[in-house]
T-cell receptor, first 111, second 113 residues
Framework: QKEVEQNSGPLSVPEGAIASLNCTYSDRGSQSFFWYRQYSGKSPELIMSIYSNGDKEDGRFTAQLNKASQYVSLLIRDSQPSDSATYLCAGPGSSASKIIFGSGTRLSIRP | DADVTQTPRNRITKTGKRIMLECSQT?????MYWYRQDPGLGLRLIYYSFDVKDINKGEISDGYSVSRQAQAKFSLSLESAIPNQTALYFC????????????FGPGTRLTVL
């Protein structure tokens, strides 16, 4: 069974610093991964997708995929208090119609 | 108006009661999903549907059933609720061309006493 694992945190980062969130996965054949952000009491929303080895940048966010080591990371530069949320890593499920989610890492940005 | 809506938003019920959670969407997506979220366990898939005639079990379907009444409506039922079904339930939709981007409803917080 495919698995996606994350450290639950909480991860505390000072405002303005780089927050680094990590995720490992079990299926070596997985090609694409996704990061969802979930604010407390709200529903998840997709913030980044990555489909190939290497880095993908979008504003303050960078997603990194390392297929050889089977890990995915999300870097948030110039962290802001509004980045405080739970970040869910997701990867392909057992069929093309599904994705599986990690348990999420809670990020807290301290002023 | 929200693209994906869920009713009710909160529900407290007793063990053994039948409960229905409803989901409606205006995104025009064919694919709809029901997840439950528990602290420390992330989102787990209960059921998913490709269209009105296509219903599939997810990883934790025992104790649940679903009905896809129309393209826009997907209901989740707990036939006889038990306390370990206390959780946050989310409905989601996706375009079949981009399954990875799922659009979630606001969630239903269910408590079974």
């Amino acid at each position: 069974q495919k698995e996606v694992e994350q450290n639950s945190g909480p991860l505390s980062v000072p405002e303005g610093a780089i927050a680094s969130l990590n995720c490992t996965y079990s299926d070596r054949g997985s090609q694409s991964f996704f990061w969802y952000r979930q604010y407390s009491g709200k529903s998840p929303e997709l913030i980044m997708s990555i489909y190939s080895n290497g880095d993908k940048e979008d504003g303050r966010f960078t997603a990194q995929l390392n297929k050889a080591s089977q890990y995915v990371s999300l870097l948030i530069r110039d962290s802001q208090p509004s980045d405080s949320a739970t970040y869910l890593c997701a990867g392909p499920g057992s069929s093309a119609s599904k994705i599986i989610f990690g348990s999420g890492t809670r990020l807290s940005i301290r002023p | 108006d929200a693209d994906v809506t869920q009713t009710p938003r909160n529900r407290i019920t007793k063990t053994g009661k039948r409960i229905m959670l409803e989901c409606s969407q205006t995104k025009g997506h064919d694919r709809m999903y029901w997840y439950r979220q528990d602290p420390g366990l992330g989102l787990r898939l209960i059921y998913y549907s490709f269209d009105v005639k296509d219903i599939n079990k997810g990883e934790i379907s025992d104790g649940y059933s679903v009905s896809r009444q129309a393209q826009a409506k997907f209901s989740l039922s707990l036939e006889s609720a038990i306390p370990n079904q206390t959780a946050l339930y989310f409905c989601a939709t996706s375009d079949p061309r981009e399954v990875s981007e799922q659009f979630f409803g606001p969630g239903t917080r269910l408590t079974v006493l």
